[in-house]
């Protein structure tokens, strides 16, 4: 896809609840009764309780049937005879080249391993699978025993956790969506450190993102795409009232169950709106995605709030009916430019099956000045609802020049008759005014008619 991304979307394939820019693997295994975490295992490393890396991948690839018990036993030998010839193949290298396992089982095996091995827990949960990692946390399915439910870790990676900047920013998201309790909103659980490693519990949502619909199908059909951003302008209203901004809404944050519910993610950027330590602490410095950041938050401004959220929606609506990003460029500085100068191409002329009510909504949305677009996400439902019902948008550029047209145009259509009349009032008061004027000539022409035949009448 040329305009947002070019990654593709597999069907089957399992969204988690937060973003770490990588797929998904839904495969599991059982692993004991705390969850197990390692950063990047080698091949033939002993873990501190003894037990070698081949002895992990041995039994998870017997209880995937992936091969053979004895088929493993026998790359076991093999791997065992290289070592004593002092080549370092491990036994994952061996069920390859054995085809047993291609490289892309490999690939998901190293991401169960990577749960397993370790000596450090986190107590009270069971990992299912490795989910996906990036560059600021790794996530994992897995299964909270106390209430036998299936939840979301996400984890900092272990080079973050001597970082207090790093450490801070992570609690700060699990505080944030701890005060949210929205069904709109992927939900927080639980938040804190079990040996080294800081992690934070969510809710599990089992589907996939608007991002990966864009993706395989290019474009949303208008009613599908307003109900769905209908629910985050829900989701984000209710986070405005309680004095967060999310400052990073985007198709990728934004969940859909099997049921299709939208759950809005990924609180990582989430900010209280009257923290003025941190906005000072981030003023100057651009935080949010390139193709869906506010031109506010472009520009490093002190006041960030909901405004900025309700533009990010927009540019998120924008990509989902049209199936392009608003703005695209070389790179993100030049994508971010065009968000501050370029002119927006109305998104009912990139598709011109979009009715122009949903085109107006955007354009308000995505308007350049935060003071232009919608004061709420209160009012932006407003419009959104009017619109899904075939309606013309209540509040959308409504005001052109200092001229309230809405207003004429009601007036017009409640009161023809008198707006005629108001219109034709002038000329009638001119016609009646030159009639005053000649009846009054003609009274004093007449007057003096009298007194001069008067006068003669006398004289004579």
């Known amino acids: 896809?040329?305009?947002?991304?070019?990654?593709?979307?597999?069907?089957?394939?399992?969204?988690?609840?937060?973003?770490?820019?990588?797929?998904?693997?839904?495969?599991?295994?059982?692993?004991?009764?705390?969850?197990?975490?390692?950063?990047?295992?080698?091949?033939?490393?002993?873990?501190?309780?003894?037990?070698?890396?081949?002895?992990?991948?041995?039994?998870?690839?017997?209880?995937?049937?992936?091969?053979t018990p004895e088929e493993v036993q026998q790359c076991l030998v093999q791997a065992r005879s290289v070592r004593e010839d002092r080549n370092q193949q491990s036994l994952s290298d061996i069920l390859v080249r054995n085809e047993y396992i291609t490289k892309r089982q490999l690939d998901r095996l190293k991401a169960i391993v990577e749960a397993e091995r370790s000596s450090q827990q986190i107590p009270g949960y069971k990992v299912l699978a490795k989910l996906g990692a990036g560059a600021m946390a790794t996530v994992y399915k897995a299964k909270q025993l106390s209430l036998d439910r299936l939840v979301a870790i996400k984890v900092l990676p272990r080079k973050f956790s001597m970082n207090n900047q790093?450490?801070?920013?992570?609690?700060?998201?699990?505080?944030?969506?701890?005060?949210?309790?929205?069904?709109?909103?992927?939900?927080?659980?639980?938040?804190?450190?079990?040996?080294?490693?800081?992690?934070?519990?969510?809710?599990?949502?089992?589907?996939?993102?608007?991002?990966?619909?864009?993706?395989?199908?290019?474009r949303f059909g208008e009613a599908e795409a307003i109900d769905l951003v209908t629910q985050v302008a829900e989701a984000l209203q209710h986070a405005h009232e309680r004095g967060l901004v999310h400052r990073d809404v985007k198709p990728k944050n934004i969940m859909l169950t099997s049921q299709g519910v939208a759950k809005l993610a990924d609180m990582g950027l989430a900010r209280a709106i009257s923290d003025k330590e941190a906005a000072e602490a981030e003023q100057g410095k651009a935080f949010g995605t390139p193709y869906y950041i506010s031109p506010e938050q472009i520009r490093g401004e002190l006041e960030i709030g909901p405004a900025t959220d309700i533009y990010s929606l927009g540019a998120t609506l924008y990509h989902m009916v049209t199936g392009n990003v608003p703005f695209d460029g070389k790179n993100p500085s030049a994508v971010m430019h065009k968000h501050l100068k370029a002119e927006l191409a109305p998104p009912d002329h990139v598709n011109p099956k979009l009715s122009a009510g949903i085109s107006e909504v955007i354009e308000m949305m995505m308007a350049k000045s935060p003071r232009e677009r919608y004061r709420s996400c209160k009012d932006l439902l407003l419009d959104l609802r009017a619109v899904r019902q075939g309606k013309a948008p209540t509040l959308a550029h409504k005001d052109y020049g200092g001229v309230d047209l809405a207003k004429i145009a009601q007036a017009e259509a409640a009161a023809p008759a008198e707006m005629a009349v108001d219109v034709s009032l002038p000329r009638r008061q001119g016609v009646s005014m030159l009639l005053f004027v000649v009846m009054c000539l003609l009274l004093v022409v007449s007057v003096a008619v009298n007194i001069i035949l008067g006068a003669r009448a006398a004289g004579g």
């Not at 990654?7 to 969850?35: E, I, L, R």
């Not at 975490?37 to 002993?46: H, N, R």
């Not at 309790?181 to 949502?205: C, L, R, T, W």
């Open 166 to 218: 790093f450490i801070e920013r992570f609690y700060a998201e699990g505080r944030a969506a701890a005060q949210l309790n929205h069904p709109n909103i992927v939900q927080a659980y639980d938040v804190g450190k079990a040996g080294e490693f800081h992690y934070f519990v969510m809710e599990y949502v089992e589907g996939r993102t608007v991002y990966d619909d864009i993706v395989k199908n290019k």
């Open 1 to 67: 896809m040329g305009t947002g991304g070019s990654s593709s979307s597999k069907t089957g394939t399992k969204a988690v609840a937060a973003n770490t820019g990588t797929g998904a693997f839904a495969g599991s295994t059982g692993s004991g009764a705390g969850m197990r975490i390692v950063d990047d295992p080698s091949a033939g490393q002993k873990s501190k309780g003894g037990t070698n890396l081949d002895t992990f991948v041995a039994r998870i690839v017997v209880d995937l049937n992936l091969a």
